[in-house]
């Protein structure tokens, strides 16, 4: 069963950082995009970093300069380090991969399940 399994998720005060990571497992060929999305109450999912397989990355406005988001694709891993956390980061922050199966196969979108992120005092 393919999955992405994030974690590192929790409370911190303004100002603290805290580190997500999302695992993909199951029988994967390829992973190309990887990404951190984040959807705060009663607001859209918004992008919040990306990375691709070979390293490029993009940020939101809001985030540049704070997060670092990174890959180990030895491991199927990405990071978003998050520093200098501010109330607004507060949301539900979701992992996405583009996965293929094969040779041929096209990439397919993947989500995790969601952590919280709450910043508060």
């Known amino acids: 069963q393919v999955q992405l399994v994030e974690s590192g998720g929790g409370l911190v005060q303004p100002g603290g950082s805290l580190r997500l990571s999302c695992v993909a497992s199951g029988s994967i060929f390829d992973i190309g995009d990887m990404g951190w999305y984040r959807q705060a109450p009663g607001k859209q999912r918004e992008l919040v970093a990306e990375?691709?397989?070979?390293?490029?990355?993009n940020y939101t406005d809001s985030v540049k300069g704070r997060f670092t988001i990174s890959r180990d694709n030895a491991k199927n891993t990405v990071y978003l380090q998050m520093n200098s956390l501010k109330p607004e980061d507060t949301a539900v922050y979701y992992c996405?991969?583009?996965?293929?199966?094969?040779?041929?196969?096209?990439?397919?979108?993947?989500w995790g399940q969601g952590t919280q992120v709450t910043v508060s005092s």
């Open positions: 996405h991969a583009d996965l293929s199966f094969g040779v041929i196969s096209l990439p397919v979108d993947y």
């Open positions: 990375i691709t397989s070979g390293g490029s990355t």
